[in-house]
């Protein structure tokens, strides 16, 4: 027996069929279903055959019809039978089909965390669900497993859902139960892990930040934050509103990921595997934006309502601030207090505008505490923007192409960093000659024919102060430090052109070593500056 | 990097300026190959020069190869911190600089 109903949506037409479609009842459905649609205005429409049990080629040509009248329509919750029967047709390929999700049920199911957008319920010994509040989250959903794949592909470690099931009237995603810890409890529980903690957030961060991500795949942070300081111009002074906008629109464009929601809740550790999780944030722009939401996770967030960060993050409040700058003073690979607080204060302009606007658009002037919370983020601000003059900071790493002509911007990168510290005109012309010889012995022959990438990261730390650069590719194994030094008490005519730069490497730096591990040649040159 | 040129009879005066390095030794190698024929005496005016790479002494061991053949070289202007690079690598006993 079969049966015909429509609802419209928005404009949207959705009608369901259950039961069996075939040549005796085939013109009489398709009669219901034209009154259906003659009853409004449909825009768009939708065909529900989550109780469709059979439909022969009768039915098929209902659903041809109405491809004539409405062009791609969907057609949501498939059971597989049906999804075969359209397949072989060949109508997976004039519409759109969307397979129906499995339905699993969570009553009596443990609870194994709770989120802002859901529960997470383990479903048996190996799975968990994550069951979304929202009813309509499918496209979040769909969006976030296109993310983590991408970030996957793109060599980050992450968790992704592998099933989309529907529980009552939601959705959820399925994962696989991992034996996990997130870097919130290892923090909580241990906290004589700091910097062992600290040493892997980094790590991953970087990582994150080095990988440049294909035009168009990812939200364009800047954008985003140029709406926010848009935002704001109406509850700022005119001058200093102005300056936000400002600083904002000058930080450089970037297609390098970001993460976008980077604490310690979202790090999980799974045997001595560090997972990132939580990837519907993803986004691509300048590291300026991603300290800017970390400083509010682990300080600005907590700032007025201090007990805020314990029951965000499962520590205190000062485990939490000693977190953010250890990370920080880690990420920018310096000791130097003063340096360490330009970046923060950096960042902290981003993250107050991002606090007071999400508070501001949550109602949060019509509160006398929360007015309180934001007045206190508004003159941090304030007083920021008076200091402040640029947003963007010198990163203390680089990913080129090793080829020749790249040389240009690494010698660009070391020598701010090393007029930055304050280097000796001898000793950074040293240093530039050391990294020179390196990088183009890469460029030369690392890949062969091919191409690879070198990655240059610099270290100032110590004091007297010491500058530490490493080279990395990932080209053939090779260790430059085996090159034969020359013979340099030799006439001009007896001397051989080949292995001057290595052995003025040696001979300049204070401590040059080559390690090949985990397929890269690693060269770490050290010297005082 | 800069180079300028300046002949009389058979002396030739190279100045070069700025950074001699991977990427702006061929050029330099290129003029010297030119230029050399016929010369007696190459003086390299280092002058202005602010950096020199491996590269670069690859390029001043050739010309002071050739020039060993058809007469003198001689090396002035040089700055203490490419002076060392000249003592740390022997080419201040190779080169005559003045």
Redesign the interface.
């Known amino acids: 027996m079969e049966e015909v109903k429509g609802r419209l949506q928005d404009n949207t037409a959705i009608i369901t069929l259950t039961g069996r479609i075939d040549s005796s009842n085939a013109a009489q459905v398709e009669e219901e279903i034209f009154k259906l649609l003659s009853d409004g205005e449909v825009g768009s429409l939708c065909i529900d055959m989550q109780g469709l049990e059979f439909i022969s080629s009768s039915g098929l040509r209902i659903l041809l019809k109405l491809r004539k009248i409405y062009g791609d329509y969907r057609l949501t919750d498939v059971g597989p039978e049906i999804y075969e029967v359209l397949h072989m047709t060949g109508f997976t390929e004039l519409m759109t089909v969307e397979k129906a999700y499995r339905r699993i049920s969570v009553d009596g199911c443990e609870v194994v965390g709770e989120g802002a957008n859901g529960t997470v319920y383990r479903i048996d010994g190996d799975n968990v669900v994550k069951v979304y509040k929202d009813a309509n989250a499918l496209d979040e959903i769909q969006k976030e497993r296109e993310l983590a794949r991408l970030a996957l592909v793109l060599g980050i470690p992450t968790a992704i859902s592998y099933d989309v099931v529907r529980v009552g009237d939601s959705y959820g995603s399925v994962f696989e139960l991992l034996d996990a810890r997130s870097f919130s409890k290892i923090l909580a529980d241990h906290p004589e892990k700091m910097d062992w903690c600290v040493e892997e957030y980094v790590d991953l961060l970087k990582k994150i930040h080095r990988t440049v991500v294909p035009a168009g795949k990812l939200p364009d942070m800047r954008r985003v934050a140029i709406s926010w300081a848009e935002y704001m111009q109406d509850y700022l002074p005119e001058e200093p509103g102005r300056k936000l906008l400002q600083l904002v629109r000058a930080v450089p464009k970037s297609n390098h990921m970001l993460h976008g929601d980077y604490h310690t809740k979202n790090l999980e550790l799974t045997g001595d595997e560090v997972l990132l999780i939580d990837m519907d944030t993803l986004a691509t722009g300048h590291p300026v934006f991603e300290l800017a939401s970390m400083f509010n996770a682990f300080v600005g967030f907590g700032e007025y309502d201090n007990g805020q960060t314990k029951r965000f993050l499962g520590f205190d409040r000062p485990v939490a601030f000693e977190f953010w700058r250890k990370s920080l003073a880690a990420y920018l690979g310096t000791e130097d207090e003063d340096r360490i607080r330009a970046v923060e204060d950096k960042a902290r302009i981003v993250g107050y505008t991002r606090l007071i606007r999400r508070s501001i658009r949550r109602g949060g002037l019509e509160d006398a505490e929360r007015k309180a919370e934001i007045e206190l983020w508004k003159s941090e601000l304030l007083e920021l923007l008076d200091e402040v003059d640029d947003l963007t900071f010198l990163p203390n790493e680089i990913r080129v192409e090793a080829t020749?002509?790249n040389?240009?911007p690494v010698m660009q990168f070391l020598c701010a960093h090393l007029e930055q510290a304050g280097c000796s005109?001898?000793s950074q012309?040293e240093l530039?000659?050391a990294v020179?010889?390196i990088f183009?012995n890469i460029a030369n022959y690392a890949y062969g024919t091919g191409t690879g990438e070198a990655d240059i990261h610099i270290e100032i730390e110590g004091d007297p102060k010491q500058a530490v650069i490493t080279l990395r590719d990932q080209g053939m194994p090779y260790n430059p430090l085996e090159k034969e030094d020359p013979d340099?008490?030799?006439?001009?005519?007896e001397?051989d052109?080949g292995g001057?730069?290595i052995?003025?490497t040696r001979?300049?730096m204070d401590e040059v070593h080559y390690e090949y591990r985990d397929g890269s040649n690693i060269l770490t040159m050290k010297k005082k500056i | 990097m800069n180079i300028t040129k300046k002949a009389e009879d058979k002396k030739l005066t190279i100045g070069v300026d700025g950074r001699l390095d991977t990427m702006t030794a061929p050029e330099l190698d290129e003029e010297l190959k030119a230029s050399l024929g016929g010369v007696e005496e190459l003086v390299m005016d280092f002058s202005d020069l602010e950096y020199i790479s491996s590269a670069g002494l690859r390029v001043l061991l050739s010309a002071q190869k050739t020039m060993n053949t058809q007469g003198e070289m001689t090396v002035t202007g040089v700055n203490d911190v490419i002076m060392e690079i000249f003592e740390v690598t022997g080419f201040s006993d190779i080169l005559t600089i003045k």
């Open positions: 020749r002509k040389l240009a005109m001898k012309t530039e000659l020179e010889e183009i340099i008490t030799l006439s001009a005519e001397r052109i001057l730069g052995f003025l001979k300049t």
